[in-house]
Structures are given as structure tokens and as C-alpha cells.
């Protein structure tokens, strides 16, 4: 069955400091998309990264990097050089084209409280 | 340009009671999509709409749920005979896609209901 995990519930750090956040997903289909959302206090959902399950290649945007690992079943997100800003829950997410989870149906996980304190 | 924006943004009632929310999309944008978040979970699918059309609906989508969009732009989420465990926040969110979603969707700011 398919499921996304992420282990960390909360995670507290002081600015500037680098944060990883954690991502293991579960999914019977070879070809998969990965996402991650961040979710700020106001609670509106926003977009931050799509990936196919075809390419591995890290991405890196800003202070924003990714690492993708089949081998794992993980796609972890790093935010480097925090900021208060960075503060909010983020939302990893899984979708199946091939097992009807292709139009809009993603599968997330519990989500991680980020917390960065000045 | 506008967001997706919800109607209204909290929703108190009694147990049993009727309820519904609102939902305006971006405007160009052709897919509607409902989820359901409680507290501490992460959103889970509920139904969506590619135009007027409701395409996919989730099992958790129980006969109390009904949701339209009855002439492609805004849509309604009705519960009836509302239950305790309905309590949530009910997510609205859309995109501009043909055939296999990116998966880049806009989400509005939410609608807590809160079932006494």
C-alpha cells in the first residue's frame, strides 16, 4: 500500500543553523511523483517541489536543496541557513499514476512542524 | 490575481445540522479539488473536478458528503446530519491541468468546521 512517512513531528532550531527533514515513502508502482508542501500558520497549502520518480538528480533552490533516493524510498528536504520565515509545517506527498492517483490525488504525510527561533 | 479563497473560514455547529462551504478557484484554472485535514494529519483527497464534471471521488466521501460544481468555476461542499467526527478543516484547492495532473496545486485557506 502506498504511505509517506515522515518520523520527525516537530523540530525546533535557532536561525541560521541547517535543517533536514525527513521523507520515506511506500508505493507498489515504478513510476511515482514526490512532492513537498509547506503549510505556514495562516494554513494555506504551498507548492515547493514536484519530482518524478525517473530522476534523481538533487535540486537545489536557494536555501532549499532536495535529495531523492530510490534506494531508500526517501526524498528528504534541507533548508539551509534557517530563517524565522522558515517556520511552518511542512507536507511530503506521494502520487500514483498507475493506481488511479494520478489527478490529483496525493497521498501525504503527518507533516513536520518547523519551528526556527531568532 | 486573486488566490482560491474559502467561504467561510470557520463553521461551528450542532451535531445533526447541515453545512456548506464555498469555493472560488484561480479563475483560468479547470480542476477543483476537495481534502479533509485534522489535527495533526496530513490533507486526505476527497473528491475533484475537472471543469463541471466530478471525476474521482475518495472512499472517505461518505452519502452525507456532497460536493458540485455546477458551472465549472466555484464549487460547494454539503454535509448533512453533521457528526462529531466531521470536525475538520476542509481544504479547497485547484490547478490548470489536461490529462495527468503535476500535482502543483493551489490551496485556499482552509474551512474549519467544529461539530458540537
Known amino acids: 500500500a502506498q504511505k509517506v512517512t515522515q518520523a520527525q513531528t516537530e523540530i525546533s532550531v535557532v536561525e541560521k543553523e541547517d535543517v533536514t527533514l525527513d521523507c520515506v515513502y511506500e508505493?507498489?508502482?515504478?513510476?511515482?511523483?514526490l512532492f513537498w508542501y509547506k503549510q505556514p500558520p495562516s494554513g494555506e497549502l504551498v507548492f515547493l517541489i514536484r519530482?518524478?520518480?525517473?530522476?534523481?538528480q538533487n535540486e537545489i533552490s536557494g536555501r532549499y536543496s532536495w535529495n531523492f533516493q530510490k534506494s531508500t524510498s526517501s526524498f528528504n528536504f534541507t533548508i539551509t541557513a534557517s530563517q524565522v520565515v522558515d517556520s511552518a509545517v511542512y507536507f511530503c506527498?506521494?502520487?500514483?499514476?498507475?493506481?488511479?492517483?494520478?489527478?490529483?490525488?496525493?497521498?501525504f504525510g503527518k507533516g513536520t512542524k518547523l519551528s526556527v527561533k531568532p | 490575481d486573486t488566490g482560491v479563497s474559502q467561504d467561510p473560514r470557520h463553521k461551528i455547529t450542532k451535531r445533526g445540522q447541515n453545512v456548506t462551504f464555498r469555493c472560488d478557484p484561480i479563475?483560468?484554472?479547470?480542476?477543483l479539488y476537495w481534502y479533509r485535514q485534522t489535527l495533526g494529519q496530513g490533507p486526505e483527497f476527497l473528491t475533484y473536478?475537472?471543469?463541471?464534471?466530478?471525476?474521482?471521488k475518495s472512499r472517505l466521501l461518505s452519502d452525507r458528503f456532497s460536493a458540485e460544481r455546477p458551472k465549472g468555476s466555484f464549487s460547494t461542499l454539503e454535509i448533512q446530519r453533521t457528526e462529531q467526527g466531521d470536525s475538520a478543516m476542509y481544504l479547497c484547492?485547484?490547478?490548470?491541468?489536461?490529462?495527468?495532473?503535476?500535482?502543483?496545486?493551489?490551496f485556499g485557506e482552509g474551512s474549519r468546521l467544529t461539530v458540537l
Open positions: 484547492a485547484s490547478s490548470y491541468d489536461w490529462g495527468f495532473s503535476t500535482g502543483e496545486l493551489f
Open positions: 508505493t507498489r508502482d515504478t513510476t511515482y511523483y
Open positions: 519530482r518524478n520518480s525517473f530522476d534523481e
Open positions: 506527498a506521494l502520487s500514483e499514476p498507475n493506481y488511479g492517483g494520478s489527478q490529483g490525488n496525493l497521498i
Open positions: 479563475s483560468e484554472h479547470n480542476r
Open positions: 473536478f475537472q471543469n463541471e464534471a466530478q471525476l474521482e
